[in-house]
């Protein structure tokens, strides 16, 4: 379980900024986002990055693992880091202005950038950026009106994770964890968060179309409510959720879990023990997830800021990173560093494209309707909170 046991979580226009109620922001009062940079100075000497853990990893916790010692003895910039736990978290430590860095997941990052606490990010500065692929850029999680508020980090997508000995035949729909659950009640598991009601619209997109469902995070409130209610029949049958990688591990080991949500490196690490598990992209598609690496609107060190952007997306780096956390890299150049890449179906577009990314529910309708508002995260989150009861 060397890749990602260390990881203890989960692991607009100026004129639409102001309609992000419900994302952290007041209507109505948001800031306007800072200029992106034109050009860079010198290096600050210092750098302050918040970050999922694993994705900052210095030596210290594995003198094998080491991606920000290079970084400062090239640049000169000696890193400070904070590793948060949930995306919720993060937003309200971007809010104190003490960091210059953050690696958001899409749960996040239109939060951040509706408050105004990141800056749109010109790409042009940052070497690394042209390498990356193109399916994770300019997408809505991490650009508002084509302008880039980030560099994207690595992606992964979550599968269904399920007992190869119990369930039988072998799942290929989702249709096992929500109208099939009573098959396997007490041993279902979710992911345990708000944005886990996506999963719930992914699975009536394919299942009942004429809710109308274009994307599982553009919810009007009919379809809100008709995945609202799906979790909640799901509920009785559901013995735990989790949040924590090692505990849906530990579940299925010991049986108490025979299939749910999962992520690639959980059935990697399972694999490895011996564990009779398989993982697989349901023919609904899934959720997933592709962070990006934001710069703080009130940076202290915003020339140091580039830099480690340009690093962390740089093959050999992006590579060690996404490989130790457990994610797809965010290059093909990055694959020349990883021997895995095949396994997380890196740079596979087809696979890509079943991949609906987290992207923060707002009020304006991410699928582009007009005519209606779609639920916001903040009532995603009291949802979230019922549906658990």
């Known amino acids: 379980m060397s890749r990602g046991a260390r990881f203890a979580a989960t692991a607009l226009a100026a004129g639409s900024i102001a309609v992000l109620a419900g994302c952290g922001t007041s209507s109505g009062n948001s800031p306007q986002p800072s200029a992106e940079a034109t050009e860079l100075g010198d290096f600050e000497g210092q750098v302050s990055i918040l970050a999922w853990p694993g994705y900052v990893e210095d030596g210290s916790n594995d003198p094998s693992v080491d991606w920000v010692s290079g970084f400062e003895d090239k640049t000169g910039c000696q890193v ?3 590793s948060y736990g949930t995306s919720d978290e993060a937003v309200n430590l971007m809010k104190t202005g003490d960091y210059d860095v953050v690696a958001a997941s899409g749960d996040a990052t239109l939060r951040l950038i509706a408050a105004g606490d990141v800056a749109p990010v010109n790409t042009d500065l940052i070497p690394s ?25 690595g992606y992964g997508a ?8 119990v369930v039988s035949p072998a799942p290929t729909s989702w ?3 929500f109208d099939g659950a009573d098959a396997y009640s007490g041993k279902i598991t979710a992911y345990d968060s708000p944005i886990y009601i996506a999963d719930a619209a992914v699975y009536l997109m394919a299942h009942e179309p004429d809710l109308g469902i274009e994307n599982p995070y553009a919810l009007d409130q009919d379809q809100f409510q008709a995945a609202v209610d799906l979790l909640k029949e799901q509920r009785q049958h559901v013995g735990e959720y989790w949040s924590d990688y090692l505990k849906e591990i530990q ?7 025979v299939a749910g949500t999962t992520w690639q490196v959980i059935q990697n690490s399972l694999e490895a023990e011996g564990a009779h598990t398989a993982a697989v992209l349901p023919d609904e598609g899934a959720t997933g997830w592709s962070d990006t690496w934001m710069i703080s609107s009130k940076a202290k060190s915003p020339n140091c800021a580039y830099a480690w952007l340009d690093w962390i997306a ?13 994610e797809a890299p965010s290059s093909q150049a990055a694959c020349d560093y990883r021997d895995d890449c095949e396994a997380y179906h ?17 009020q ?17 989150t009291a949802a979230w909170a019922e549906i658990k009861g």
């Open 314 to 326: 740089s093959p050999e780096v992006n590579a060690q990173a996404t490989a130790y956390f457990g």
């Open 175 to 177: 249709d096992v964890v």
């Open 158 to 165: 979550n599968l269904l994770l399920y007992n190869t000995d």
């Open 251 to 257: 579940a299925f080991e010991t049986g108490d879990s």
């Open 129 to 153: 950026y042209a390498g990356v692929y193109d399916f994770l850029k300019e997408k809505e999680w991490n650009s508002v009106d084509g302008q880039s508020y980030g560099v994207p980090h």
């Open 364 to 380: 304006d309708c991410v699928d582009g309707r007009t005519d209606v508002k779609c639920v916001d995260y903040a009532d995603w």
């Open 346 to 362: 890196a740079g596979d577009a087809d696979y890509a494209s079943k991949i609906w990314y987290w992207t923060t529910p707002i």
């Open 80 to 82: 400070t880091a904070k």
